[in-house]
């Protein structure tokens, strides 16, 4: 096979050929015509001679040619080999690959997606390979955790089969996303987000809170009272909290903005924070430690899980954990607060001139106005 002056293709039977490049580059090749082709036929580059020898090259090929009898993509399964899996890449394997890949270098919480992916799809779907995975059978796991009465939660779990499906297309390990066959729209209906507690609702949570003895009752009651969104207080470190100087650092890796948040801390907000620190061990690094490790965050779905319990117990309608950022914010415009202060203690962005004027003002007017809240709520617990 020596070099020539143009590349050439030499065939050495059941659709093996080396291919000779004028550079001296010798490369096996396998020829096929897949299931619905018309024009012309695949070719799959399986490996450089002599790296691979003539007895390895044709016992690939005759791999690939049964793949092909069996209506895969030897493109498909090429792609996967390369990745380092072998003829099929299951689910749980892919999954795996996804969180390293994708998931973990995307998100702050890696918890939120590891959680439900290990769960409901490897568990169900794990040992199943990627490209063989039906519409219907994704759609089982999808209307499962919908049928359970849990249509937010099946949303996200469509969702991030989706994206675990589209990154498997990326990688050659799958030819089409079968969550695509099951619209959102059937999954969940889309909710209007506008929910804020009335005063006497809030009052009735506020003292379901209290008294219940519910687990997680106090994390629920520092969110009302901090304002902060639900990863920022689950993620929340001791060596963050000054209780001496009543004041929260949250680090700018963790707030959405991408910016460090000062959160004062009203006299409500410490008296909580002491519960909580009284209830753990001293060697405790997390503010809300997960239940099965302690070096994990709380589960995001238990405070949901409490609060739902809250709204029953309270007789009120059903809300979020996000809805108390918005019964706080309605409650303290009405009660006379700028818009920007209330706008800094959310951690939103405030665009123009009134974003970047006097921020040391707004620091004193931030605790002070989350004191003035920490009293209403307070006056509302005892309110009958």
Not at 147 to 164: E, N, S
Not at 296 to 306: H, Q
């Amino acid at each position: 096979m020596k070099t020539q002056e143009r590349r050439y293709v030499q065939g050495y039977g059941e659709g093996l050929e080396l291919e000779v490049m004028p550079s001296g580059s010798k490369s096996w090749r396998f020829r096929c015509w897949t299931q619905g082709q018309t024009a012309g036929a695949a070719h799959v580059t399986i490996g450089a001679y002599p790296a691979l020898t003539l007895t390895a090259a044709r016992e690939r090929a005759k791999e690939l040619a049964e793949a092909v009898a069996q209506g895969e993509d030897p493109r498909v399964l090429e792609a996967a080999r390369r990745q380092g899996y072998g003829r099929q890449v299951t689910v749980g394997e892919f999954a795996e690959r996804y969180l390293r890949e994708v998931a973990a270098a995307a998100r702050k919480d890696l918890a939120a997606v590891q959680r439900p992916l290990r769960r409901e799809i490897v568990a169900r779907l794990g040992s199943r390979p990627m490209n063989r995975v039906t519409a219907r059978e994704l759609q089982a796991v999808i209307f499962a955790k919908r049928d359970q009465g849990r249509t937010a939660a099946a949303a996200k779990l469509r969702g991030l089969a989706k994206r675990l499906w589209d990154y498997a297309m990326v990688c050659g390990v799958a030819e089409s996303n079968p969550a695509l066959a099951t619209p959102l729209r059937y999954v969940a209906k889309r909710k209007a987000r506008d929910r804020a507690l009335s005063e006497v609702e809030l009052g009735r949570v506020i003292r379901v809170l209290k008294n219940s003895g519910l687990k997680h009752a106090h994390a629920l009651r520092l969110l009302l009272l901090t304002m902060v969104r639900k990863s920022e207080l689950r993620q929340a470190r001791w060596a963050e909290v000054d209780l001496s100087r009543a004041e929260w650092t949250i680090p700018a890796g963790r707030t959405k903005m991408g910016r460090e948040m000062l959160v004062p801390l009203s006299d409500g907000a410490l008296e909580c924070l002491r519960k909580l620190r009284a209830m753990q061990r001293p060697d405790v690094e997390l503010v809300l430690p997960g239940r099965e490790a302690l070096t994990w965050p709380l589960w995001a779905g238990a405070l949901n899980r409490t609060l739902a319990k809250v709204a029953k117990l309270a007789r009120v309608e059903h809300f979020t954990v996000h809805d108390l950022r918005r019964t706080a914010t309605t409650l303290l415009t009405e009660a006379g607060w700028k818009a920007e202060v209330v706008e800094k203690a959310l951690g939103h962005e405030i665009g123009g001139v009134r974003g970047v004027y006097n921020r040391a003002a707004y620091a004193t007017e931030r605790r002070e106005m989350l004191e003035a809240w920490a009293v209403k709520v307070k006056g509302l617990e005892r309110q009958l």
